[in-house]
């Protein structure tokens, strides 16, 4: 063998284990990405990945709170960022991919009568109707890293208080000081809010919320996103080409702190 051969031979082991170079992130499906190799600005509060969420724990699935998405709608939420930032706005991102494992978590938690959970998430609402109600679906465009839950932070964004799961935290459809911490601009009702309040044009919400809720939805619309009539934060982004639904974990990426 040659030394040109032998070299060559080298680099395809190295590429082979890994170590040709310093890895960028954890491998992820073809045509994903984590959003904060696209857009970094974009602030980000996945609740899933801890305890503060309507199951009130960790849901499978979430290993890491990290937002990921196809490619083509974190540069289409890179571009609203953009428009957003020209009025001192930023977007927030509660929720982006998730593992199919964590919608049947879900489906599996409203029907169990002894999970854990917190009633101020659907303070008037049945939690054996949600699905039926249309709050949690078992077809979920999350799985298929086309949907997002998202929200206003005025900039300079405030820091965010930490949750404090011995709290007792008024009902997400109550007034905003009295709800967990959020360093997010009031849109009437708190993220997965699971009451007829959440609805974008809901008539008990008026003032600023309301016209938070309607200038989040047009600069949504302006980039390619569908707005979710029943709740304010959730939008799609319009594709012929949806793709399956997903169920890896999400991770941390390779040398993140």
């Keep these: 063998m040659s030394r040109c051969s032998r070299g060559t031979w080298a680099l395809a ?73 020209e009025q001192s706005l930023s977007l927030k991102l509660y929720d982006c991919y998730r593992p199919a494992r964590a919608t049947r978590a879900f489906l599996k938690w409203i029907g169990d009568e002894a999970a854990p959970g917190s009633k101020r ?43 404090d799961r011995s709290a007792r935290y008024g009902a997400c459809n109550g007034p905003a000081g009295d709800r967990a911490p959020d360093n997010s601009l009031d849109m009437g009702t708190g993220f997965d809010c699971f009451d007829v309040m959440s609805q974008t044009e809901s008539p008990a919400v008026g003032g600023e919320p309301r016209d938070r809720r309607r200038l989040l939805r047009t600069v949504m619309r302006k980039y390619g996103f569908e707005s979710y009539w029943r709740e304010w934060w959730h939008f799609s982004f319009a594709t012929p080409t949806p793709g399956p639904a997903r169920d890896f974990a999400i991770e941390a990426p390779r040398g993140a702190p």
């Design 13 to 85: 082991v190295l590429f082979a284990l890994g170590c040709a170079g310093p890895a960028l992130g954890t491998q992820l499906p073809a045509g994903f990405v984590y959003l904060r190799e696209v857009a970094p600005d974009i602030l980000q509060d996945m609740r899933y990945a801890g305890p503060d969420n309507f199951t009130g724990r960790k849901v499978p699935g979430y290993d890491a709170p990290q937002c990921i998405l196809r490619r083509e709608v974190a540069e289409a939420l890179k571009r609203v960022q953009a428009e957003l930032r």
């Design 121 to 163: 998430y659907f303070p008037r609402t049945d939690k054996a109707t949600l699905h039926m109600q249309g709050y949690i679906s078992p077809n979920s465009a999350h799985s298929r890293g086309i949907a997002v839950d998202l929200t206003l932070v005025r900039l300079p964004a405030a820091d965010l208080p930490a949750f």
